[in-house]
């Protein structure tokens, strides 16, 4: 399930039902992955025309603060990376870690 924040920006279950045809309804080009769990980079690149990103935050328990930074940079970046962008970050169930994140940065609508 992919669910739109603000224009070039979606938040996201990343779990093994994230598809190619999901993110090109949405026109995704960038997917950062913050959950503790892999993606398949087939099931979801498109002739090499996603930009994929993963941080894995546990959910153990772990202060994640510290990679905080790091993944703001680089989903600003992704966003400032042109105007066509449109970028999903994406967790285990799309509810904490990447809402997180995303609230965490500075976006302008």
Known sequence: MISRVLDRLFVGVGDSELT???LDQYNITHVINVGGFELERKSIEK???RVL??????DDGENPRWKFTTILSKLNGALSYTYSSRVLVCCRAGMSRSV???MKGEFRP
Not at 53 to 58: D, F, I, K, P, R
């Open 100 to 102: 997180f994140i995303i």
């Open 53 to 58: 990103y993963w941080e894995h935050l546990s």
């Open 47 to 49: 002739e090499g025309k």
């Open 20 to 22: 190619i045809e999901q």
